[in-house]
């Protein structure tokens, strides 16, 4: 059963920076879909990025150029550095990870529970 648990939200001021962290288990980080997402308030749910045994995906336009996406293998968790941060970016930040090897419209991963971003002006 593949599981994740994120960590890492926080408050930060506009321009600061974050490093959130989220821990699998039941399959190994980068070989299979997993990948970040966020729920703004007000907004559809919106992927940040994901990651596969075909690779990388683009970032969301909305982050483009402020956010790395990384795996530790030793800790076996998909890290998302977040910088530049800005008002607007101000939501929960979830973890989502599958046992499909390539992501698609029919993956049915794994939620985490979210962990809240909250950036002032």
């Known amino acids: 059963q593949v599981r994740v648990e994120e960590s890492g939200g926080g408050s930060v001021q506009a321009g600061g920076s974050l490093l959130l962290s989220c821990r699998i288990s039941g399959v190994t980080v980068g070989r299979t879909c997993m990948g970040w997402f966020r729920q703004l308030p007000r907004k559809a749910r919106e992927q940040i990025q994901t990651?596969?045994?075909?690779?990388?995906?683009s970032v969301a336009d909305s982050m483009k150029g402020r956010v790395s996406m990384f795996k530790d293998i030793v800790k076996n968790s998909l890290e998302l550095r977040l910088n530049n941060l800005k008002s607007d970016d101000t939501g929960v930040y979830i973890c989502?990870?599958?046992?499909?090897?390539?992501?698609?419209?029919?993956?049915?991963?794994?939620w985490g529970r979210g962990t809240q971003v909250t950036v002032s002006s």
């Open positions: 989502a990870a599958s046992d499909s090897h390539l992501c698609s419209a029919s993956t049915h991963p794994s």
């Open positions: 990651v596969s045994t075909s690779g990388y995906s």
